[in-house]
């Protein structure tokens, strides 16, 4: 027995070293959500942490968002939020605003139109003072990264006109 003891020993000695340094090292989804961000950061997006939809329960997910291209005079604040059914007075289906505030109408065909482009694990449509945003749970990898960044390079400049307010008549004196 005594001659196992130090076998044992030098054994735990190794796990002790190896088990901290193996739990450190990214899983592969790790791996994965990383080159999603770094593919989104790539094309000039940012990506932010927000609050899942309330239908959707507790937690949070990426928001991916394309940054306007002249920030001014636009009305922003307003979420699109996946909702648990489909409803008659919902905005499209089974999508509705978060709140009481709602993009302005003019923005309404294109905003429909967006919805159906965006990925299948999408939760939610956000306009910030940033930019305009997608926010999904990242499931369905390249397949849905490549949908979020085809409709926002389709319908973000569209949006971004349609929800400007007119400048004042003053010329802003």
Do not use: C, N
Not at 14 to 20: E, F, Q, R, S
Not at 70 to 96: A, I, K, N
């Amino acid at each position: 027995m005594s001659g196992w003891l130090p076998v044992l020993i030098i054994i735990l000695a190794i796990a002790l070293v190896i088990g901290p340094v193996m739990w450190l090292k990214p899983s592969s989804r790790d791996r994965r959500l990383a080159g999603l961000r770094q593919r989104a950061a790539g094309a000039g997006m940012v990506v932010q942490m927000s609050r899942l939809p309330e239908s959707q329960g507790q937690g949070t997910a990426a928001v991916y968002i394309s940054r306007w291209e002249d920030p001014r005079r636009l009305e922003t604040g307003w979420v699109l939020e996946l909702q648990r059914m489909e409803h008659g007075m919902h905005f499209s289906g089974r999508w509705d605003w978060r709140g009481d505030k709602s993009a302005p109408r003019q923005a309404w065909p294109l905003l429909h139109e967006l919805l159906d482009s965006m990925p299948p694990d999408a939760l939610a449509l956000h306009a910030t003072q940033a930019g305009l945003g997608i926010q999904w749970r990242e499931q369905s990898g390249d397949s849905g990264m490549d949908s979020l960044l085809g409709a926002l390079e389709k319908f973000r400049p569209g949006i971004e006109e349609a929800i400007r307010r007119p400048a004042p008549a003053d010329g802003g004196r």
